[in-house]
């Protein structure tokens, strides 16, 4: 059984100042990741999509993905209060197509 | 976004029975039931595609899943129980994840609250 785990928990950025995500998962033949946005009591809105490793980029966006580390990174250039939100990382296990494992997300605070 | 909709947005209900109901406009072949319980990330519950269930994750048998055509998928609940409340997901993509670049789309959800 896949296994998503997302650090920190919780995360508070100055406005303007990078933010960094982090997401772990169990299953190293996975090959669909993907980066999900929260706001309170709202749906969830894709952000970034990534297959292979290396990097992708979905305007001030960033998925870094590292399969060899079961790990993969979403950064955040120039956050804005806006972006406060909480963030899900998502995993399609590669024998199970149609179905997204979730983490438990990172709140992310964005100080004016 | 406008493209899944979904209703009620808010339930409230006793043991009691009741329908929610998505659509989607965007003409995708697969359509999903996710349930997302209060400080936890979305599950699986059901899958459709091309009005077909092809998948149902060990969901109690209260909850009943019916897709009347591929752009609609309803959830009848009945007896509900406390363990229920949560928001209620319907999501949908063009095809079932074949193809690694498969995108999901979701509604903004149902929030159900059982007395």
């Known amino acids: 059984q896949q296994k998503v785990q997302q650090s920190p928990e919780s995360l508070t950025v100055s406005e303007g100042a990078m933010a960094s995500l982090n997401c772990t998962f169990s299953d190293g033949t996975s090959n669909n990741f993907r980066w999900y946005r929260q706001h309170s009591a709202k749906g969830l809105e894709v952000l970034v999509s990534i297959f292979s490793d290396g990097e992708k980029e979905e305007g001030r966006f960033t998925a870094h993905l590292n399969r060899a580390n079961l790990h993969v990174s979403l950064h955040i250039r120039e956050p804005q209060p806006s972006d406060s939100a909480v963030y899900l990382c998502?995993?399609?296990?590669?024998?199970?197509?149609?179905?997204?494992?979730f983490g438990q997300g990172t709140k992310l605070s964005i100080k004016p | 976004n406008t493209k899944i909709t979904q209703s009620p947005r808010y339930l409230i209900l006793g043991r009691a029975n009741k329908s929610l109901e998505c659509e989607q406009h965007?003409?995708?072949?697969?359509m999903y039931w996710y349930k997302q319980s209060a400080e936890k990330p979305p599950e699986l519950m059901f899958l459709?595609?091309?009005?077909?269930?092809?998948r149902n994750e060990t969901v109690p048998s209260r909850f009943i899943p019916e897709c009347p055509d591929s752009s609609k998928l309803l959830l009848h609940i009945s007896a509900v129980d406390p363990e229920d409340s949560a928001v209620y997901f319907c999501?949908?993509?063009?095809?079932?994840?074949?193809?690694?670049?498969?995108?999901?789309?979701f509604g903004h959800g149902t929030k159900l609250s059982v007395l």
């Open positions: 965007l003409g995708h072949n697969a």
């Open positions: 999501a949908s993509s063009q095809q079932t994840g074949t193809k690694s670049n498969e995108r999901l789309f």
């Open positions: 998502a995993v399609s296990p590669n024998y199970n197509q149609g179905k997204l494992i």
């Open positions: 459709y595609n091309l009005k077909q269930l092809i």
